[in-house]
């Protein structure tokens, strides 16, 4: 797809539907039970996959406001992955379905030959970040760095102290950079963004999953355009979508930069779509948003921060060495 043919995709329009009510605001006597919960409790109700939607948004709120026993501030909590031979990518007689199946919200052939061929790549073990960074440990970036860019999603610059436990969003590349650095200094760890490879094997495990929950698209097991929500969530609010290793948000919420610049595949085509008409080279970005559709939730799309306001793009970390006990 190029420039010209933007406009007319469903894939790139900005507004959505109103969220309904129902949908992200739970009874007025649920919401007084959950107030009166402990910390730990809540933190618990946000990632109990038997507990309504609504609900487990509200547990999250007031973690938001009041602290929230999950966010470790310089200590972010991980994922052992295993390292060894894993493949990667997507085979070319599967461009054909993944196009027809996704045709209805505007992916075209080209995004999806960007993840072809299939083939083999060899990991060391690592550990990658149990949850998206989140507002309330970028801020503490930015209080101790003075880093003068501040996230497009932070109204006027402010910090939104009301969504502290939803991943940060709206960052460049850069940033994202700059906060695995300043971690690594400050908590005498190293830490990074995790590359293309080890984040794609992360969400779709060993078993090679078309979305990180499995092989079918849910509808209730992302935050993305089709749940209805239209904004960030806390993070793990959608159990259901953990990832194999049990990684949360690796689909929807936001999109995730990876260590890597877009270029082919071993054998694969160079894609000159839109993105690289716009920005040329660009970082790879990969698990979809709450502004995006499904598709985007793919274990193996490859994406990038296209600008403007639908491509919100925070970030996850990754190390290769244990945290001490």
Aim: proline share 9%; hydrophobic share 35%; with cysteine.
């Amino acid at each position: 797809m190029k420039l010209a043919d933007v406009a007319e995709s469903p894939h790139f329009q900005e507004h959505a539907a109103l969220a309904r009510q129902a949908d992200v605001r739970p009874p007025a006597k649920a919401a007084q039970a959950l107030a009166a919960l402990a910390p730990e409790q809540l933190a618990s109700h946000v990632e109990n996959p038997g507990a309504p939607l609504p609900e487990r948004l509200a547990a999250g709120g007031i973690l938001a406001l009041t602290g929230d026993p999950r966010i470790r501030s310089g200590s972010p909590a991980t994922c052992f992955v295993p390292g060894g031979t894993v493949e990667i990518g997507l085979g070319a007689d599967s461009v054909d379905t993944v196009v027809s199946d996704w045709e209805h919200v505007g992916v075209v052939r080209s995004w999806v030959d960007k993840e072809t061929p299939a083939h083999t790549v060899v990991l060391q073990d690592f550990w990658i970040g149990r949850y998206p960074v989140t507002n309330e440990e970028y801020r503490n970036f930015l209080d101790d760095t003075g880093h003068e860019s501040r996230p497009s999603t932070w109204y006027l610059g402010a910090y939104p102290y009301d969504r502290s436990n939803h991943p940060v969003a709206g960052v460049q590349p850069e940033d994202a950079d700059a906060y695995a650095a300043w971690l690594s200094a400050h908590s005498g760890h190293p830490w990074r963004l995790p590359t293309e490879a080890e984040w794609e094997h992360s969400a779709k495990g060993q078993e090679n999953r078309e979305f990180p929950w499995g092989n079918t698209f849910e509808l209730h097991a992302a935050n993305t355009r089709e749940t209805g929500i239209h904004t960030t969530s806390p993070v793990g609010a959608f159990p259901t979508g953990r990832s194999p290793y049990g990684a949360y948000d690796m689909g929807g919420n936001v999109e995730e930069y990876v260590a890597d610049l877009y270029t082919p595949y071993p054998g694969g085509p160079y894609v000159a779509d839109h993105l690289v008409e716009t920005m040329g080279a660009y970082r790879v970005a990969r698990g979809g948003s709450f502004s995006r559709f499904g598709d985007l939730t793919r274990t193996r799309r490859r994406h990038g921060a296209f600008p403007g306001p639908l491509y919100p793009v925070g970030f996850r970390l990754a190390t290769s060495e244990c945290l001490p006990a």
